[in-house]
Structures are given as C-alpha cells and as structure tokens.
C-alpha cells in the first residue's frame, strides 16, 4: 500500500533492527526480502504471463567460532566504513525493469537480536542479516554483545573489484574468538581500591598480588594483576 504507483521507483524500506530466533535459523529473511520481476506481455489467449523473480537485497552470514567455554552470543552489530554507505534503509526504491536501488536515506549499521542466545563452541554459530548489495572496497566491522558485553570480533574489507556484494547472494564472514590475559605494574598507591581482594566486572579482574620480580629486586612491593576481555 506505501509502495507507490511507479514501477520504476517501488518505495521499500530495510530496517536496521533485525531479530533471528536462534543461530542457523533463517526464517527471519523472509520478512525483509525484496523480490521483484517485469516483463513485457500481450494477451495470448491463454490467461498466464510468466514471471522470472529475483532478489534485490543480500545476505550477510557470520560464523563465529571459539576454543573457550561460556562465551554466549545475544546479539551482533555491523559497521560499514565509508561516507554516505547505507547497510540498511529508511528510504529507498526498486527499479522493477532493472533491479536498481535508489537509496534516499538510511545507516551504515545493522544490529541483530538473537532471541535464543547461541552458546559459541568450535562449531561454527551461523547469524544471518538481510542487507543493501555493493559496497566494493568497504570495511565492514562486527561486534557481538558476549555475555551482556558488546565487543569488536574482527573487521574484513569486501573486495575493490567489481560492484561489490552482487544482490540476491549470500556474503560470508568467519571470525573465531579469543581473550588474552595482560598483566600491568602500578605504584603502591594506586592499589588502596583493590587491597580488600578482587574486582571483577564484564568477564575481565582486578586483584593485588606479590611482585613476581620480589626476588630478583630484593623488595617486597605487590602489584596489581589484570586480567581483561580484549579480543585477540
């Protein structure tokens, strides 16, 4: 009813909320696929018109991947660099003839809600997101929220020759996971906050312990042990 009376500029919209039931399930593309199909036809005495469809849109799928327990994935957002790019649209056409996008208005961003969240493991967790096609020599970065925490999985380019990620197919991205402990040294005074034992907040800790060095220094300082979430 919104899409207008031009079938060379059929209004859509892509929206850049996007929720999926459970890992490797696909049933929410259908509620943002855009399929269209011309032809030109006369009456043949035969009441049928054949209709090729395709798709206009793409599908980005992102497996991710860890060698860690108890890392839960409740949700994925995407980043497109580049000015101008839109990865979702909040005002766009269809040219029905050519299959051409029109696109007024929109964000370089996509998030998706898994309503289930996925328990990572080595197997690969499979999510999947309905975007704009193109987008040749753009940087796109992901982030997935980890047991209530947003953090960055990884970034890939999407290659510079050709137009892009063509519509109507479905663009891969792997990504494994993994966390690095650090370890930094303070000055005796800045411990006072932590000297009642530990701190601990989004997956990463605070504690005092002995200077591994006391021996080879001769003095009997403490120090501040960190162990944070960074992704590898």
């Known amino acids: 009813s919104e899409a207008g009376t031009d079938p060379l500029a059929v209004k859509f919209t892509l929206p850049a909320a996007q929720t999926q039931a459970a890992a490797g399930n696909l049933d929410h593309l259908s509620e943002t696929d855009f ?122 380019t999407i290659p510079a020759d050709g137009t892009g990620i063509p519509a109507g197919a479905k663009a891969e991205m792997e990504f494994k996971i993994s966390h690095s402990a650090v370890f930094a040294d303070f000055e005796d005074g800045s411990l006072s906050a932590f000297t009642a034992g530990k701190f601990t907040s989004g997956g990463s800790e605070l504690s005092v312990v002995e200077n591994p060095q006391n021996d080879a220094l001769n003095v009997s300082k403490k120090v501040l042990k960190a162990v944070v979430n960074s992704t590898s």
């Not at 909040?90 to 029109?102: D, K, Q, R």
């Open 35 to 156: 399929l269209y199909a011309s032809t030109t036809a006369k009456n043949n005495g035969t009441d049928k018109v054949d209709l090729s469809f395709k798709h206009a849109l793409s599908v980005l799928a992102i497996n991710l991947t860890t060698e860690e327990a108890n890392l839960e994935v409740s949700a994925l957002r995407v980043s497109l660099d580049g000015e101008g790019e839109k990865l979702s649209v909040t005002e766009g056409s269809v040219n029905l003839a050519t299959g051409e996008l029109a696109l007024t208005a929109g964000s370089p961003e996509i998030s998706l809600t898994v309503t289930s969240s996925a328990l990572l493991s080595s197997k690969a967790s499979t999510f999947y997101m309905m975007i704009t096609p193109g987008h040749a020599g753009r940087t796109v970065s992901v982030y997935a929220t980890i047991g209530g925490k947003e953090e960055l999985v990884g970034s890939k």
